[in-house]
């Protein structure tokens, strides 16, 4: 089963149906103004796993075009939720990929990557994420912080916006959007309850300031959020993903100066999403998707490590880790 949303400017929303579950991993299309040369021509905004890549082909085909009609693929970072496919775009449909320089060595070789993504997943890494092809160098386009590029017959601005991983960058588009992958949380429509994106390992809250003040001063008329969908109520958005990234950045730290093991914060940090749903009155199906999207596991340890490794001086430890 593969879907997409259409949105207002003519893009599509593809659901990658990521590990069976319904809108958790999107990939947007692009589709390339309408003069005749470029008929059936559209770039991608993210790709998502490779073990999602027929599904998101598959996809492509029912909006009525052909995968190899893609030109770019624009990816946020390299976590393998929002890249993993994009060697194998460039090589099965010639797409070129366009990355913040400083992580494009990662697509070219992804083994380091894979390593650390394995630490994580282990065993289950190649079920859960399949594998990532390497990037042919010839398909590389590595752009810098703001830079402007055409993509497709429009203007896409790159805007570096650090915070969940050092080398993000969101892009804005001459019409409003702005594709902000992680930079501005998870949020599921219609929802207004924003999920902070805190995996390991380079949470840095003082960078991700920074990135939110630069979101913010990009006029976007909508935010097109990777997890998931578009939302058009920028200044309340982004205002509630930082205070919320800090609220449980600050929650994490108190549990550990009051004690707390690590696995009390694993139920604390699931009990705090959850009365943040329910004090929306979000239904059990919808509890259940933010809870699995960057989950209480992986908060925690984000949040953990950012503290140890950039305020060692504030972080206490766990009460039961010195054993
Ligand atoms: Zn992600």
């Not at 289950?124 to 160098?137: D, I, Q, V």
């Amino acid at each position: 089963m593969s879907t997409a949303l259409r949105l207002r400017d003519g893009a599509a929303l593809i659901d990658t149906g990521h590990a069976g579950r319904a809108e958790t991993i999107g990939v947007y299309l692009v589709p390339q103004r309408g003069d005749a040369g470029r008929a059936g021509r559209f770039d991608l905004v993210e790709v998502g796993a490779e073990v999602d890549l027929a599904t998101v082909e598959r996809a492509i085909a029912a909006l009525g075009l052909e995968p190899g009609g893609v030109e770019r693929v624009l990816v946020t970072h390299i976590h393998l939720d929002h890249a993993g496919a994009a060697g194998a775009w460039a090589s099965r449909h010639g797409a070129r990929v366009v990355v913040l320089r400083a992580g494009a060595e990662h697509l070219l070789d992804p083994s380091r990557l894979l390593k650390s993504a394995r630490r994580v997943y282990g065993d289950a890494l190649e079920r859960t994420w399949g594998g990532m092809t390497p990037l042919p160098a010839t398909s590389l386009e590595a752009v810098d912080d703001g830079d402007v590029i055409d993509v497709g017959g429009r203007q896409v601005r790159v805007v570096a916006s650090p915070g969940h991983a050092r080398h993000h960058a969101a892009f804005a588009w001459e019409g409003g959007e702005v594709y902000t992958g992680d930079a501005a949380g998870v949020r599921f429509a219609p929802w207004e309850v924003v999920r902070p994106a805190v995996p390991p390992p380079e949470v840095d809250l003082a960078a991700w300031d920074a990135s939110f003040e630069r979101l913010g001063a990009l006029d976007a008329s909508e935010l097109r959020l990777t997890h998931f969908g578009a939302f058009d109520d920028v200044a309340r958005h982004l205002a509630a993903a930082r205070e919320r990234t800090h609220a449980w950045a600050d929650a994490l730290l108190t549990w550990a100066q009051d004690g707390a093991t690590r696995a009390d914060a694993l139920r604390l940090c699931d009990d705090l999403a959850r009365a943040e749903l329910e004090a929306a009155g979000a239904d059990a199906a919808t509890v259940r998707r933010y809870l699995a999207t960057s989950d209480a596991a992986m908060s925690v340890a984000g949040l953990e490590r950012y503290w140890r490794t950039q305020h060692p001086e504030r972080w206490p430890g766990w009460k039961d880790e010195d054993a």
